[in-house]
């Protein structure tokens, strides 16, 4: 078994390597500074978070490009999945585990807000996320009254579910019944018909999708204007920004150039994801990958999204800073405007 999942593994990284002709490298790398460090350390769910295939699939990329020590660093398995991911990048960047993060927009502001310190660097994609509810629910006001699931209070789908509600004119704390899910799998509640609703992240909304159950009310890829912003971004420790510049740029020039082949190309990315045991599921991996967004990098202005993200926050009394102040001490830019330039398509 371990051979041939090391096997595996090698052949994974070959065609991979093989795709980094594909996107296209550098003309020269000797043309560029040289690198202050050859590591970089990037986070990774026990489980697999089918979203991240940006992240996950950009070793070779990385490698590719003089970074040879990549380590993809997992969270701790003695501690539960839902509330780990809840705490999120405060702890996993605060404790110096990882270099970079992947994370909704609501969590990077919340870290800049109580002075983490990141900066922000970039938006991956956009549509991750999906409100699904019984059939009887057609729209989020009609939550009202509803059991709506959650992992746990002020934890990334509790945050992402009260902007939502909010937005649309409901008390978050007075008119939703929130349910925690505790170890419980949301989907298991839901089709169980212990919850009404319930905020899905891939493979969950493709699942149910798959068995005809509930349906989607509000999906952040189509449903404005929640589709209109990124619903995960890329940050990294200021220390590593500011340390090794040349490091950083590359590092986001492969994860970049990794979303681009999650376009071009969602049949390899998605096997490699399942090879490199990033994910166990090939079809939910090509499906998720169908379904966001990864052509956003481009488009969007990332400011933009964590302007309009900390003015919902600011509504909800969830922070503190201004949008001027999250921008000012939480953001750097400079590395996407040289890869957009030189990114060009």
């Not at 041939?4 to 996107?23: E, N, P, W």
Request: include cysteine.
């Amino acid at each position: 078994m371990q051979i041939m999942q090391t096997r595996r593994r090698f052949l994974a990284g070959a065609a991979m390597a093989g795709a980094a002709g594909i996107v296209g490298l550098p003309e020269s790398l000797h043309a560029e500074p040289p690198l202050e460090t050859t590591t970089v350390r990037l986070p990774r769910w026990v489980g697999g978070s089918y979203c991240w295939a940006g992240a996950y699939i950009a070793a070779e990329l990385m490698r590719a490009d003089g970074l040879t020590d990549v380590r993809y660093v997992e969270s701790d398995r003695s501690v539960d999945q839902s509330e780990w991911i809840a705490r999120g990048e405060s702890e996993w960047i605060a404790r110096g585990e990882t270099d970079f993060s992947v994370n909704f927009p609501p969590n990077h502001i919340a870290s800049i807000d109580a002075g983490v310190p990141i900066k922000v660097l970039t938006g991956l994609h956009s549509g991750c996320l999906e409100l699904i509810a019984k059939e009887s629910i057609r729209s989020v006001t009609d939550l009202r009254g509803k059991r709506v699931g959650v992992d746990g209070f002020n934890n990334s789908r509790h945050v992402w579910l009260t902007l939502m509600s909010a937005y649309v004119g409901l008390d978050p704390v007075n008119d939703i019944q929130w349910v925690l899910t505790e170890n419980v799998k949301p989907t298991e509640l839901f089709v169980q018909g212990k919850i009404d609703a319930f905020l899905g992240t891939p493979p969950q909304p493709q699942e149910l999708r798959a068995k005809k159950i509930g349906h989607t009310i509000l999906s952040n890829a189509v449903d404005r204007p929640w589709s209109q912003y990124f619903c995960c971004m890329i940050s990294a420790t200021t220390d590593y920004v500011n340390r090794y510049p040349v490091a950083t740029k590359r590092v986001l020039r492969s994860i970049l150039k990794a979303a681009d082949l999650c376009v071009s190309d969602p049949e390899r990315v998605a096997q490699q994801m399942v090879d490199r045991d990033f994910v166990p599921s090939y079809d939910y991996a090509l499906q998720t990958l169908k379904d966001i967004r990864y052509d956003r990098w481009r488009d969007f202005d990332p400011e933009d999204s964590l302007r309009f993200y900390t003015l919902r926050m600011q509504e909800t009394g969830m922070i503190k800073s201004s949008p001027q102040q999250i921008i000012a001490d939480g953001t750097d830019w400079r590395f996407l405007d040289e890869l957009k330039r030189e990114l060009k398509t």
